[in-house]
């Protein structure tokens, strides 16, 4: 008899690794590095199924390929650069802009957000430690309007507007304030379009309007800090929980037996 199998740990994700067939569950975070993100091609490839998806876990990992597939929420003029040719285009495209925003592809918590003055400047450092390829490239538009969402499948939803007059990252570990912000149904309804893009469960989403046009996603995460937020961590993580549960309950009603690793 076919046994399939439910992944729960990182250990056992290894040990298993080269015999997972379709219809075994991967049911965590895998926490892979750059080198090794292929592996979920191929575990695709093979068929298994992981929750949360696995390209909700790697749009979690890379600001890059955030800005790749979900090119078309993101604000004008986002692009990837990962080599100085793109940068030179990019260049010839845009050159009217002062302030130009550069993400780094990893960095969190608004640690790999910089403010440079001019192309010219960003094209100085490109390539250098400095400023490793890829990044992810934009003007600096002045009239920012930023919003937090936190939406946990139908469970749950919020939203807060976040501003810092000393800081241009509005990241709220630097300084930052927030006031709750009701959100509309377009405004839920964009959010959800882009967690169905992105296979996302659940997700916090940076929004924005720029020059009162928008929205506009400016990052999107499984996780994020919750400072700001009215849910308490408590409820917040009983309410990942159920989500989870509610995928597996589903999965395992139609694949028995399972054996969990």
Same mark, same amino acid.
């Given at each position: 008899?076919?046994?399939?199998?439910?992944?729960?740990?990182?250990?056992?994700?290894?040990?298993?690794?080269?015999?997972?067939?379709?219809?075994?569950?991967?049911?965590?975070?895998?926490?892979?590095?750059?080198?090794?993100?292929?592996?979920?091609?191929?575990?695709?490839?093979?068929?298994?199924?992981?929750?949360? $998806? !696995?390209?909700? +876990? &790697?749009? #979690?990992?890379?600001?890059?390929?955030?800005?790749? %597939?979900? *090119?078309?929420?993101?604000? =004008?003029?986002?692009?990837?650069?990962?080599?100085?040719?793109?940068?030179?285009?990019?260049?010839?495209?845009?050159?009217?802009?002062?302030?130009?925003?550069?993400?780094?592809?990893?960095?969190?918590?608004?640690?790999?957000?910089?403010?440079?003055?001019?192309?010219?400047?960003?094209?100085?450092?490109?390539?250098?430690?400095?400023?490793?390829?890829?990044?992810?490239?934009?003007?600096?538009?002045?009239?920012?309007?930023?919003?937090?969402?936190?939406?946990?499948?139908?469970?749950?939803?919020?939203?807060?507007?976040?501003?810092?007059?000393?800081?241009?990252?509005?990241?709220?570990?630097?300084?930052?304030? $927030? !006031?709750?912000? +009701? &959100?509309? #149904?377009?405004?839920?309804?964009?959010?959800?379009? %882009?967690? *169905?893009?992105?296979?996302? =469960?659940?997700?916090?989403?940076?929004?924005?309007?720029?020059?009162?046009?928008?929205?506009?996603?400016?990052?999107?995460?499984?996780?994020?800090?919750?400072?700001?937020?009215?849910?308490?961590?408590?409820?917040?993580?009983?309410?990942?929980?159920?989500?989870?549960?509610?995928?597996?309950?589903?999965?395992?009603?139609?694949?028995?037996?399972?054996?969990?690793?």
């Amino acid at each position: 008899m076919q046994v399939y199998y439910v992944v729960k740990s990182l250990k056992g994700f290894w040990s298993y690794y080269h015999k997972l067939k379709a219809e075994d569950l991967i049911l965590m975070r895998v926490p892979l590095k750059d080198q090794d993100t292929g592996l979920f091609l191929d575990l695709t490839q093979r068929g298994v199924i992981a929750y949360p $998806s !696995f390209l909700s +876990q &790697l749009l #979690s990992q890379s600001k890059c390929l955030q800005a790749e %597939i979900l *090119k078309e929420f993101m604000p =004008p003029f986002t692009k990837v650069i990962r080599a100085k040719v793109d940068l030179l285009r990019y260049m010839e495209e845009l050159d009217s802009f002062k302030g130009i925003v550069v993400k780094k592809n990893r960095a969190n918590c608004g640690l790999g957000i910089h403010l440079f003055r001019d192309l010219e400047e960003v094209f100085n450092f490109a390539g250098t430690p400095v400023l490793d390829f890829p990044f992810v490239i934009q003007p600096f538009f002045q009239e920012w309007f930023d919003l937090r969402v936190i939406i946990l499948g139908d469970f749950y939803w919020e939203a807060y507007h976040r501003e810092n007059s000393q800081n241009f990252r509005q990241n709220l570990f630097f300084g930052g304030k $927030s !006031f709750p912000y +009701q &959100l509309s #149904s377009e405004e839920l309804d964009f959010c959800r379009r %882009i967690m *169905k893009r992105g296979g996302f =469960p659940q997700a916090h989403l940076d929004l924005a309007y720029i020059d009162g046009k928008g929205p506009y996603l400016s990052e999107i995460n499984l996780k994020g800090g919750l400072k700001g937020a009215k849910i308490t961590p408590d409820l917040y993580e009983k309410l990942c929980a159920k989500l989870e549960e509610a995928f597996f309950t589903g999965w395992a009603e139609i694949h028995q037996p399972y054996q969990v690793i």
